[in-house]
Structures are given as C-alpha cells and as structure tokens.
C-alpha cells in the first residue's frame, strides 16, 4: 500500500486534473505549437548541427558527440517544455501518441505541421551559416547500406524509441525525470551503433528538413516511411505489453503525479 497520506494523493490527483485540463484546452493550441515548432529547431540544429560543425572544424566535433548531443538536447527540452506541448518534437511520435488513444487526431495535423516548420527553419539557418557543408548534417545510408537495409534499420530503431516514449511518458506528454533520461539516453545510445548504418534519425522532420534544403531527397523516403512504420510496430507492442492506453494507468505505472506543493508524489 502506498505511503503517501490519502489526503496528499488526492490534492495531487486535482493537481493532475488541472494540468491535463490545460494541456487539452484548445485556446492554448497556439502555445503548443510554438513550443513544438521551438523544441524541433532546437533539436534539428544540435542533430544536423553536430554533423555540420565536424566537418567544419576538421572533426574536432567527434563520432561520440555527434549521437550523444542530440539525446542531451531532448532530455532538455523535455525539462523546460514537456508540460506544455509534450515535447513530441517528431511526427512519429505524435502519430505513436493518437494511435494509442492519448492524443487527439484532430491535433495531429497542427503538431506535425509545427514539427516540420521547426526542422526546416533549423536546416535553413545552418544552410545560411555553413553553406552546404556536411550535407546541412543530412541523414543518409552509410557507405555499402543498401536502401532496404536502411530502411529496416530505421524501423528497428523507432520502434524502440517509440516503446520507450510510451513507457515512460505522462498521457499524450513526455515530462518528468523518467521520461527525460529514459528518451533521451535512448537516442544517445541509437546512435552509438547505428549512426553509421543510417544515421539514426527515427525522426521524419529531422531528416526532412536538410534534405529539402540541399535539393536532394534521393533516400528520403526511407526516414519518413521507416520511423512512421516503427511508431505503428511500437504502438502494438506497447498493447501487447501493457493493454489499453489510459492516462491514470500511464502514470500509475511511472509512480508520479503532479502535486500543489513539490511537484511529484512517489
């Protein structure tokens, strides 16, 4: 039984209430979608930023940091944003979060919208920046990867991105110290193997947005089709493992609600 005083739980139920009531209330749409929009430029200028600037600087900007700046950028942005939007900052998981009936389908459009203008205002201040170097940090199949292998690949690696998100996250929001190691150590680690065979992206906007603006959308396809596909595998597999979505079971089962005076109940 827990050992937080009935009356305590029941205030941070309240205060739950009151912070999904915001998070659902269609006024601050605007608000959400400007966090989204943000929250993706920042990611894509670290992601495709980390690329470009190892090649600008000779490689003093290493393999190592290259897959671990991007996990730290989502652990941030889940930190200052996560109650606002839900930092999906991807439009696999925005799509991972409607399939699984926490989040609403008639807000999928606005967010993937906000996602891309994110990505592709990131991939245009490093084009004006750097020019075309490094590919504006493009993700791409690695030399002897063949499309099919690529493709594969990208659907391995959101699938696991995909679970762990649901896992850990809050409803349809990604907050909390579960959800901010949990995703971005996640990332880290898809890249720490696999950013030579794909470049790890799990992310359509990320690859999107760079392909667009150097003209060449040749393999495109493989990092739209690929995490889309994933986030669908990732969803079944999140039933299989813990049955119908629910927003109380979700945080029942991470062991937090949000409370009046310290923010967490454990």
Not at 59 to 78: E, N, Q, R, S, Y
Not at 85 to 102: C, Q
Not at 237 to 255: D, H, N, S, Y
């Amino acid at each position: 039984m827990s050992s937080v005083p009935r009356k305590k739980r029941f205030h941070s139920y309240r205060a739950h209430e009151r912070v999904e009531d915001d998070f659902l209330d269609s006024s601050r749409e605007w608000r959400r979608m400007f966090s989204e929009c943000w929250g993706t430029f920042l990611l894509v200028v670290v992601a495709a930023g980390a690329h470009v600037v190892a090649a600008q600087s000779n490689g003093k900007v290493t393999l190592d940091m290259i897959v671990v700046a991007p996990g730290l950028m989502v652990m941030a942005i889940i930190y200052f944003m996560g109650t606002v939007s839900g930092a999906h900052l991807n439009p696999a998981v925005t799509l991972a979060f409607a399939l699984r009936g926490n989040f609403p389908w008639r807000r999928v459009p606005g967010y993937v919208f906000s996602q891309l203008a994110g990505a592709i205002a990131a991939a245009l201040f490093l084009r004006v920046m750097f020019g075309k170097t490094g590919n504006i940090g493009a993700t791409i199949p690695g030399e002897g990867i063949s499309n099919l292998q690529a493709f594969l690949m990208e659907v391995l690696l959101t699938t696991g991105l995909i679970n762990t998100i649901l896992g850990t996250a809050s409803g349809a929001r990604n907050i909390g110290t579960n959800g901010a190691l949990a995703i971005g150590g996640y990332i880290a680690l898809a890249g720490l193997w696999a950013e030579p065979i794909t470049g790890a992206s799990m992310n359509p906007a990320r690859s999107l947005g760079p392909d667009l603006l150097r003209g060449d959308l040749a393999t495109t396809w493989i990092y739209i089709v690929g995490p889309l596909a994933g986030a669908l595998i990732g969803v079944v597999f999140e039933r299989i493992l813990k049955g119908p979505a629910t927003v109380m079971g979700t945080i029942t089962a991470q062991g937090t609600l949000d409370d009046d005076d310290n923010g967490r109940v454990t």
